[in-house]
């Protein structure tokens, strides 16, 4: 008995109408899975644009809070530069202490640590400050005094008559720091000016340190 390969009636391959119904086919599973896919990377990159934004808010509030609790007492206030209560300002001071004497006749008077410490050089000493209108009427200020030099435990301070405090402490202070938001809704530190400066119009004149916190708002179509 002999077998006999059988030979194929017909050749492999799509007509046309099976092609057409796979490009059609092709075409509607793309148009659903292409929007599909475009909003999640959308989605995605929105996630990824609010947890920066969280992150630099955390840094920012972070930082505000840690200087303010080390601020110079009874110098925060809050007002206005672009819109209502937009800006918080304090004094910063980088030492706190208390003295046994102030001495002299005259301005420079001396002030004297009873610490055993050595006071930082800084611009300003404040001594007794009650209030923030006290500590921003620089150099007219009974508590807000410039520094002329630190020698030592003793600090010499600039004063039109000796000041006093009924509890004997007293800051010193690089000056005042102000947070604001500007017209792009950024939020800028300000530093390197005096007490009786404004942060948002001396700065070009005095050539005022302004770093910009990396705190923006968020695009309107991430919200």
Same mark, same amino acid.
């Given at each position: 008995?002999?077998?006999? %390969?059988?030979?194929? !009636?017909? @050749?492999? *391959? ?7 119904? #796979?490009?059609?086919?092709? =075409? ?54 672009? %819109?209502?209560?937009? !800006?918080? @300002?304090? *004094? ?7 003295? #046994?004497?102030?001495?002299? =006749? ?118």
């Amino acid at each position: 008995m002999f077998l006999q %390969q059988s030979k194929p !009636t017909s @050749e492999n *391959g799509f007509t046309i109408i099976e092609l057409v119904i #796979s490009i059609v086919l092709v =075409g509607i599973i793309a148009g659903i899975l292409v929007p599909i896919i475009f909003y999640g990377a959308e989605g995605y990159q929105q996630q990824v644009a609010r947890k920066e934004l969280v992150s630099r808010a955390r840094l920012a509030l972070e930082r505000m809070s840690r200087e303010i609790r080390e601020s110079v007492p009874n110098s925060v206030r809050v007002s206005s530069t672009i %819109q209502v209560n937009d !800006t918080v @300002e304090f *004094g910063r001071a980088v030492f706190f202490s208390h003295y #046994s004497s102030i001495t002299g =006749g005259s301005s420079p008077y001396t002030l004297n640590d009873d610490t055993g410490l050595t006071p930082p050089s800084t611009s300003f000493v404040v001594i007794y400050n009650v209030s923030p209108d006290d500590f921003y009427a620089y150099p007219s200020s009974s508590s807000t005094f410039s520094v002329a030099g630190v020698s030592g435990s003793q600090v010499s301070v600039n004063a039109s008559s000796k000041p006093h405090s009924s509890t004997r402490r007293y800051q010193m202070c690089t000056g005042p720091i102000a947070y604001a938001r500007n017209a792009a809704s950024e939020l800028i530190r300000y530093s390197g000016y005096n007490p009786g400066q404004n942060h948002s119009t001396d700065r070009k004149s005095k050539r005022l340190n302004s770093s910009h916190i990396p705190l923006s708002r968020m695009p309107s179509s991430a919200c």
